[in-house]
C-alpha cells in the first residue's frame, strides 16, 4: 500500500498518525510525507529556528524510513492568504507523482487556520476521475488542534481505529525530535497526553493503544 500523510506543518503527521506510520512502513507499505508549510527569515522567523525546523524534518524523516518526503514550503500560519488554487495545484503534483492508495489528512474542523485550508484543498485531489490512485481519505486528529475547534456541526467522529501497539513509544520517540513543540503535562503536546489518548482510543476498540480516524471516503 501507498500512504501520504498530509501535515500542514511538520509534527501534524506525528501526532495523528504517527503510530499507524510506523506501522505500514513495518507491514512493507511505501509512506509518503507531504509538508504543506515551512519556516523562513522573509516571513520574520529566525535563521537559527528555520535551520533547527530543517534539521528536526531531517532526522524525522529518517526515523519513519519515509520513501518520499515533499515539501511545498507555503508560509507558515498564513495559508488563509495563500490562493486556493496555487494550493491545489502543488498538493496535486505531490499526488500525481507519488499516486497514493490511502491519504491521511487534517481533521476540517481543527481550530487552526492552516489545517482547515489544507483539508480543503486535498479534498480538491481526491476525485477517482483525476486521482484514480486515492482508495481511501481519512482524517486525523491533532492534539492542541482538533479537541480546541468550537464548530459543533462539523466535528472529529472516529469510526477507524488502528491497533499502534508496538509502535506508540516509536511515535512519542519522534515527536521528542521537534524539541520546541513537547511541554510539560497539562499541555496537550506532552508526552503523558499523547500517551493518554492512544490509551482512551484503545479502550474505545479493544486495543491496548490506537490511533482513531475518520473514514471520509473508501473506493474498494
Not at 534539521?55 to 488563509?80: M, Q
Not at 472516529?158 to 509502535?167: A, H, L, Q, S
Not at 480516524?213 to 473506493?219: G, K
Amino acid at each position: 500500500m501507498k500512504t501520504i500523510v498530509v501535515a500542514p506543518h511538520p509534527d501534524d503527521e506525528t501526532l495523528g498518525a504517527g503510530g499507524t506510520l510506523l506501522r505500514r512502513k513495518a507491514e512493507g507499505g511505501n509512506i509518503g510525507w507531504l509538508i504543506v508549510t515551512s519556516l523562513s527569515t522573509s516571513k520574520g522567523w529566525s535563521k537559527a529556528k528555520v535551520e533547527k525546523r530543517s534539521e528536526e524534518i531531517r532526522s524525522v524523516a529518517e526515523f519513519y524510513g519515509f520513501d518520499s518526503v515533499f515539501e511545498l514550503n507555503f508560509p507558515s500560519t498564513r495559508l488563509d492568504e495563500v490562493a486556493i488554487g496555487d494550493l491545489v495545484a502543488a498538493i496535486s503534483g505531490v499526488f500525481k507523482d507519488f499516486s497514493p492508495e490511502e491519504v491521511f489528512v487534517p481533521n476540517p474542523s481543527d481550530v487552526h487556520t492552516d489545517h482547515r485550508v489544507v483539508f480543503d484543498a486535498v479534498a480538491s485531489c481526491t476525485k477517482w476521475f483525476r486521482y484514480p490512485s486515492v482508495k481511501r481519505v481519512l482524517a486525523y486528529e491533532t492534539l492542541s488542534e482538533t479537541e480546541f475547534g468550537l464548530n459543533r456541526s462539523q466535528t472529529f467522529n472516529p469510526n477507524v481505529f488502528v491497533d499502534i501497539e508496538g509502535y506508540l513509544d516509536g511515535k512519542c520517540q519522534a515527536m521528542g525530535m521537534f524539541e520546541t513543540e513537547v511541554f510539560d503535562f497539562p499541555f496537550p503536546r506532552s508526552y503523558e497526553a499523547i500517551r493518554a489518548l492512544a490509551t482512551l482510543r484503545g479502550a474505545a476498540s479493544g486495543y491496548q493503544f490506537a490511533e482513531a480516524f475518520e473514514l471520509l471516503r473508501e473506493r474498494a
